[in-house]
């Protein structure tokens, strides 16, 4: 082989290298290492996307209830499996139809492409089921607020979070044992 294009083409390969380290990276930053979701940034760019293309989406906020009572009784073992395990229903929930996220602590998100198609109800069920762990059933639960984005006068992500912040405390005003809807 000729000694100038192997001396050429060196530095080319480290490049590809580096850029692929940095692409991994990047892809590891958008994804909670925790529980598989997107992160913040990773969901928020993808939800804007899922809005504009289909007028018929929602955006769901969910919240573990007495989550810091669990993880302060039971332990971070505990706690890690309650989000993780709160992290695999909610993207079972979403199936083909919708993107999970994680937006940090016991905070989840998602977006689904038509609301008429979920079930919000069948969400909070599966999060309200119990968690085992060494043997023994804990109590999970979850309060959910449902913004429909078709309900906004301008359909946008930020207008969208809002709501389902203010319909997810509305939920847990009442028992902590339902989900909330904007419509």
Excluded: Q
């Excluded at 580096?18 to 990773?42: F, M």
């Excluded at 996220?101 to 609301?115: K, Q």
């Amino acid at each position: 082989m000729d000694a100038h294009i192997v001396a050429s083409t060196a530095p080319l390969l480290g490049w590809a290298v580096h850029g692929s380290i940095l692409a991994r990276r990047l892809a590891c930053a958008r994804r909670d290492p925790l529980t598989g979701l997107h992160t913040r940034a990773g969901w928020t760019a993808r939800a804007e996307h899922v809005i504009r293309r289909h007028p018929h989406a929602a955006v769901l906020l969910v919240d573990l209830d007495h989550f810091k009572t669990l993880n302060d009784t039971h332990g971070h073992a505990v706690g890690d499996l309650a989000l993780a395990t709160t992290a695999d229903r909610l993207r079972s929930w979403c199936g083909r139809y919708g993107l999970a996220g994680r937006l940090g602590g016991d905070e989840f998100v998602a977006v689904i492409r038509n609301l008429a198609s979920a079930d919000p109800n069948a969400l909070t069920a599966a999060l309200h089921r119990p968690l085992f762990y060494e043997g023994v059933r804990l109590p999970l639960a979850a309060s959910v607020g449902v913004c429909a984005v078709a309900d906004l006068p301008v359909p946008c992500l930020t207008d969208a979070l809002a709501a389902a912040d203010a319909a997810m405390y509305a939920a847990k005003g009442h028992g902590r044992r339902g989900s909330r809807s904007t419509h």
